[in-house]
Each structure stands twice: as C-alpha cells, then as structure tokens.
C-alpha cells in the first residue's frame, strides 16, 4: 500500500544532539512538508519541498534543516541550536504544489521527540 | 496574510447527541479548505474538503461541513456522534495565492464524546 513512512515513531535527545527524522514516501508526490504539533497550538509548517534539490524555509525553520536528494525521502535535522525541541513532528505530501492543496495532504504517523 | 481560528479548543458531547466544531478563516482571496481528524499519537487523516461547487460537503462517516464565503466560516457537524468520534480536528485552509501548496492550520479542536 503506498503511504508516508516516519521513523523513529519515539527519539529521545540528550540536549546538544543533532538528530535526524526520516519521512520516506511511495506516493510519488512532488511535495513533501514538515509540521511541527503543540499542545493547543496546532500543526506550525518548518520546511518544504516542491521538487528534488530544492526547498524552502516554513514558519519556524530555525533549529531545523533538510535535505531532499530523493523524491521519496525528505529527511529533518533538529538541531542543537533548536532550543525547545521537544514536540511531535508530522511529515506530509502532495502531488503537486500546482495544486494548492486541492488533493489533500497525505500525512505519517509521526515522530514524537524529547529531549533528555 | 491568511489564518485559520477554530473557536473552541475542547468540545464535551454526549454519545448520540449533534455536535457542531466551530472554524472561521481570514483570506482575501478564494481559498480551499479542508478538516482534517487526528487520533492520539497518530497522523492526521483528511475528513472533507471543500473546492468549489456545492457548499455544502459530507464525509463517509456521518460529518459535513458547510461553507459561507460572507461568514468566512466553514464549521463542521454531525448529528449524532459516537464514542469513536473522540479525537482531535484541525481546520485548515490552501494558500491559493502563492500557489505553493501549503496548508495553514487552525489550533485544532478536541472532541470528547462521554457515554
């Protein structure tokens, strides 16, 4: 069945730590998103990418970075300099950003991140 | 700039009774929207959305949403919820003006339906 793959479901980061949150898909969408969840505070966008090679910063990239070598695969760094980290992270896809949403996201199930 | 605000953070309901989930928007151009439902420690699932067409949208399970383009509303109900409804539900809506593709969240609604 195709879908989005995020692993791991749970991390655990020493403070300090660079981590990376893996987001596979076989959907062959184009466009592929990072959500940051907080309680009461809803999903907020950290990055995105329309296309292989190439993405955009969201509302709160600082602390974060990605890479986007693969169609598939979208991986996201938090980083040291990320200073609240702790939180879920959701990854999603498109089909097309042309659409403007129109198809629906398809999301994963998450990655939920604390730091120890 | 668009925004999504759902009224409500936490809605309490009886099983069996109607439930209406409240969710304005801000935008000054022609927009898609979209509810989507979580279950805990999951992703979020697409519930209904609305393009163009009829303003009025229904899901397979029962929800439906009406939109009022002079309200700027698009709030979603069902008549008559179950135990199985409990979860969260996030509106949102496309930014159609950049053409990017991306979708802006509202802070999300907890249903809580009690026996």
């Known amino acids: 069945d195709g879908g989005i793959t995020q692993s791991p479901k749970y991390l655990f980061r020493k403070e300090g730590q660079n981590v990376t949150l893996s987001c596979e898909q076989n959907?062959?969408?184009?466009?592929m998103y990072w959500y940051r969840q907080d309680p009461g505070q809803g999903l907020r966008l950290i990055y995105y990418?329309?296309?292989?090679?190439?993405?955009q910063k969201g509302d709160i990239a600082e602390g974060y970075s990605v890479s986007r070598e693969k169609k598939e695969s979208f991986p996201l760094t938090v980083t040291s300099a990320q200073k609240n980290p702790t939180a879920f992270y959701l990854c999603?896809?498109?089909?097309?950003?042309?659409?403007?949403?129109?198809?629906?996201?398809?999301f994963g199930s998450g990655t939920r991140l604390t730091v120890v | 700039a668009q925004s999504v605000t759902q009224l409500d953070s936490q809605v309490p309901v009886f099983e069996e009774a109607p439930v209406e989930l409240r969710c304005n928007y801000s935008?000054?151009?022609?927009?898609?929207l979209f509810w989507y439902v979580q279950y805990p420690n999951q992703g979020l699932q697409l519930l209904l959305k609305?393009?163009?067409?009829?303003?009025l949208v229904e899901s397979i399970n029962g929800f439906e949403a009406e939109f009022n383009k002079s309200q700027t509303s698009f709030h979603l109900r069902k008549p008559s919820v179950h135990i199985s409804d409990t979860a969260e539900y996030f509106c949102?809506?496309?930014?159609?003006?950049?053409?990017?593709?991306?979708?802006?969240f509202g802070q999300g609604t907890t249903l809580q339906v009690k026996p």
């Open positions: 999603a896809s498109t089909t097309s950003r042309f659409d403007s949403g129109a198809g629906g996201y398809t």
């Open positions: 935008s000054s151009v022609s927009v898609y």
């Open positions: 990418s329309q296309i292989v090679n190439d993405f």
């Open positions: 609305y393009l163009s067409g009829s303003t």
């Open positions: 949102a809506v496309s930014d159609n003006l950049r053409n990017t593709g991306k979708l802006i």
């Open positions: 959907l062959n969408h184009d466009a």
